[in-house]
């Protein structure tokens, strides 16, 4: 194994500089890769984490309130994400119900306070709260899909990149034969290993990338099926607060 390994380096610091522009974009490619895999494997693990923690103290409530008292250790998750900029619309529109006023201040409510039911809420409000639920559950995916999309450029172009290595290294070779005036094994294999080298590189880059970016996208339409359970979870929440 040591002599194998011993062999390919060679037929790496060996081959000419196009080839080794090939082979260093391919690892400069692959190590991107598996930095935005592991940041991923992270933000997903914590957001599953607090997002649990946050749906049992919503689940547990005896009023909103109490799951506002509780959020200061899940701010970054979507869905306290969501119960923040929902609870802001809640309290604006049920207090313009109650003070008479359709033209109040929509940034009244404060997260440091808990929320309260100061009037009741119509099926319109709760449509202008469902509106603003689904946008910060699109943000909140759009932040977790950030850089998801170099895994899926890598998968696609690394065998390419691969390839492109490999043809340019096996049409050396088989200039060399011309200039040698011969084929034989010990004029053709360095040439014709040293390319295939490169498609090693390529799919060692693009299938981790490939895999990474499979379960991204698993990951995130996961979250966006629990937001959208979510929010009409919180619908019902304000609606039965509301004293409707």
Excluded at 78 to 104: T, V
Excluded at 147 to 168: D, E, I, K, Q, R
Aim: charged fraction near 20%; aromatic fraction near 8%.
């Amino acid at each position: 194994m040591l002599l194998l390994d011993n062999q390919i380096w060679q037929l790496v610091t060996g081959s000419d500089f196009f080839s080794k522009i090939i082979l260093a974009i391919l690892v400069f490619m692959s190590a991107i890769s598996w930095g935005v895999i592991v940041i991923k494997l992270g933000q997903f693990k914590l957001v599953k984490t607090q997002s649990e923690r946050f749906l049992n103290t919503f689940r547990r409530r005896r009023s909103l309130g109490e799951v506002y008292t509780a959020l200061s250790g899940m701010r970054g998750t979507p869905l306290s994400r969501m119960l923040e900029y929902g609870a802001k619309d809640r309290d604006e529109l049920s207090r313009r119900h109650a003070l008479g006023n359709p033209g109040g201040n929509p940034h009244l409510s404060k997260l440091d306070t808990p929320l309260k039911s100061e009037g009741y809420l119509t099926k319109d409000d709760l449509d202008t709260i469902a509106i603003t639920l689904k946008r910060v559950s699109q943000e909140e995916i759009a932040k977790l899909e950030k850089h998801v999309s170099y895994l899926a450029t890598t998968g696609n172009s690394a065998p390419f990149f691969g390839l492109l290595g490999t043809v340019w290294g096996v049409m050396d070779a088989f200039l060399s034969i011309g200039i040698r005036g011969q084929a034989t094994l010990a004029v053709v294999a360095p040439g014709i290993a040293a390319a295939l080298i490169a498609t090693i590189v390529g799919l060692a880059a693009a299938i981790p990338a490939v895999m990474g970016y499979n379960y991204c996208n698993s990951r995130l339409k996961e979250i966006a099926v629990a937001t959208d359970s979510f929010a009409l979870e919180l619908l019902t929440a304000f609606w039965k607060e509301s004293g409707k």
